[in-house]
């Protein structure tokens, strides 16, 4: 069995499926390959007792799935810098990651049949899956970009009533009610999110779409705002809601250079609220945004100036 190949849930066997993976190759191995095949991400250590069953059970999930998704195991005790990077507070913790973001995971050992849904479901993610969700999907999303935002919503609530835990769904969901003004409705469906489907990206986008749209709600008059601004650059609290005036109004980019300002003004102010804003405008937009990429290099050019 393959599991015995393992001893106490250590080195992985040396597959095309199942490799050790380091710092060195963790851009290579799981970033880049996650482009075309979703990865499952094993962080274990030799000392974790529950690494013991989860590892070898995965394995094995994953080599039935016939290279329809592939698996990384890093030991954290070597590799720290990326569990710290990813904020890896117990293990074992398995991440799914797919077209270069984390998609699905959880904590902590599963029984052997969850092990084998979680496979299947991060392997119907990839190019090869044909279930006819990722259609509908398509589908919802493009109900949504044409302002059917009710029609979007009843789509997603039915690829969610064939897959509860599929995360583009969910977040879709949750857009969808934000983009139709129900924002009780979105807090809703968020906090009725799994703990591993919460971490899922997807969802994490779209509860912080939510996030900016409640704080939308209560932006103040943009001309007044910017009349404030002007007459005094350094009145913060008018520049960061200036910000929140122009994300409301659909300029994402101004709002983005309010706060970058902000920032380069007083990064401290209220407890770091431009960089926590900027963050949240982040992760509301998808991760190949143009003024996603231009933002955080802007801000990360600022934090290591």
């Keep these: 069995m393959l599991g015995n190949d393992i001893i106490g849930g250590g080195t992985a066997p040396a597959t095309d499926l199942i490799k050790d993976v380091t710092e060195a190759d963790f851009m290579a191995e799981v970033i880049e390959k996650s482009q075309t095949v979703p990865v499952i991400v094993d962080f274990w250590a030799p000392w974790c007792g529950p690494c013991k069953t989860l590892g070898p059970a995965l394995e094995a999930a ?143 986008a779209a509860i912080a779409q939510l996030a ?20 005094d650059p350094s009145d913060h609290q008018a520049r960061f809601d200036l910000a929140q005036a122009l994300f409301a109004a659909g300029n994402a980019e101004g709002a983005i250079d309010q706060l970058l300002e902000l920032f380069r003004r007083d990064r401290e102010w209220n407890e770091g609220a431009a960089k926590t804003q900027l963050q949240t405008i982040f992760e509301a937009r998808k991760p190949n945004d143009p003024l996603v990429s231009k933002g955080r290099r802007k801000l990360a050019s600022m934090i290591f100036a």
């Design 212 to 231: 900016l749209a409640r704080q939308s709600a209560n932006a103040g008059p943009q001309a007044e705002l910017q009349a404030q601004v002007d007459a």
């Design 62 to 204: 994953v080599t039935k799935a016939k290279g329809a998704v592939v698996m990384a195991k890093v030991n954290v005790d070597e590799n720290q810098m990326i569990a710290s990077q990813l904020r890896i507070q117990s293990i074992p913790t398995v991440y799914a990651f797919y077209q270069g973001q984390p998609v699905d995971g959880f904590q902590g050992a599963l029984p052997g049949s969850e092990i084998e849904k979680f496979v299947t479901k991060i392997a119907e993610m990839g190019p090869g899956a044909d279930n006819g969700l990722a259609d509908a999907i398509a589908a919802a999303e493009e109900m949504l970009s044409e302002g059917a935002a009710e029609d979007a919503a009843e789509t997603f609530a039915a690829i969610l009533d064939e897959e509860p835990e599929n995360a583009e769904a969910f977040g879709g969901l949750i857009r969808a009610h934000v983009a139709a003004g129900q924002l009780d409705q979105a807090q809703a469906v968020a906090e009725g999110a799994s703990p591993a489907l919460a971490k899922a990206a997807p969802v994490e």
